[in-house]
T-cell receptor, first 115, second 112 residues
Framework: DAGVTQSPTHLIKTRGQQVTLRCSPI?????VSWYQQVLGQGPQFIFQ???????GRGNFPDRFSARQFPNYSSELNVNALLLGDSALYLC??????????????FGPGTRLTVL | AQSVTQLGSHVSVSEGALVLLRCNYS??????LFWYVQYPNQGLQLLLK??????LVKGINGFEAEFKKSETSFHLTKPSAHMSDAAEYFC??????????FGTGTSLTVIP
């Protein structure tokens, strides 16, 4: 089975621009989460979506938004980019419900560089 | 609020030596605990997870971790380090259905 896929793999933007990152979950997984990993740090939770509804939001400004589509794929949008938004953005999918389904499977990430 | 503390941002061991990576958690409810490994320029791969069954959890690549409630710890060990173990290791805690909280990571270097 294919794992979590993310596109693009690398992206370079300038300050003030907007960016959209895409994620396709593992087949059968209905929950998608987004994380920001700044160099040298652990991933920080941004959003969790399940069945197209936002189920959780981390401590990120409103410049960050996301959505989930009927096929469970997801997009993360970041507006008015700042230098500090440069990071690896990770998408993870899971099948919420019980303990055994709480494991998150991560994609390879999108490396965003803001100049 | 849940949190994870990983003691030691960098750990170096000789090839064949014991690997010990430390993780302490803070949680108001019985936690679910995970160890992930990240190789350069890659995403995170699950090593093992604790979900309130056996306190000693065995994972992939010879790693294991022991859940100790009295110490609020979930340390990762491997009896004999291999060069291919060099990577970044993250401990994470979660509640069912909620987001993961990751530690800041421990970079493992294996010296030949």
């Amino acid at each position: 089975d294919a794992g979590v896929t993310q596109s693009p793999t690398h992206l370079i933007k300038t300050r003030g621009q907007q960016v959209t990152l895409r994620c396709s979950p593992i087949s059968g997984h209905k929950s998608v989460s987004w994380y920001q990993q700044v160099l040298g740090q652990g991933p920080q939770f941004i959003f969790q979506y399940y069945e197209k509804e936002e189920r959780g939001r981390g401590n990120f400004p409103d410049r960050f938004s996301a959505r989930q589509f009927p096929n469970y794929s997801s997009e993360l949008n970041v507006n008015a980019l700042l230098l500090g938004d440069s990071a690896l953005y990770l998408c993870a999918s899971s099948r919420p419900g019980g303990v055994s389904y709480n494991e998150q499977f991560f994609g390879p990430g999108t490396r965003l560089t803001v100049l | 609020a849940q949190s994870v503390t990983q003691l030691g941002s960098h750990v170096s061991v000789s090839e064949g030596a014991l690997v010990l990576l430390r993780c302490n958690y803070s949680s108001s409810v019985p936690p679910y605990l995970f160890w992930y490994v990240q190789y350069p320029n890659q995403g995170l791969q699950l090593l093992l997870k604790y979900t309130s069954a056996a306190t000693l959890v065995k994972g992939i690549n010879g790693f294991e971790a022991e859940f100790k409630k009295s110490e609020t710890s979930f340390h990762l060990t491997k009896p004999s380090a291999h060069m291919s173990d060099a990577a970044e290791y993250f401990c994470a805690v979660s509640e069912p259905g909620n987001q993961f909280y990751f530690g800041t990571g421990t970079s493992l270097t294996v010296i030949p």
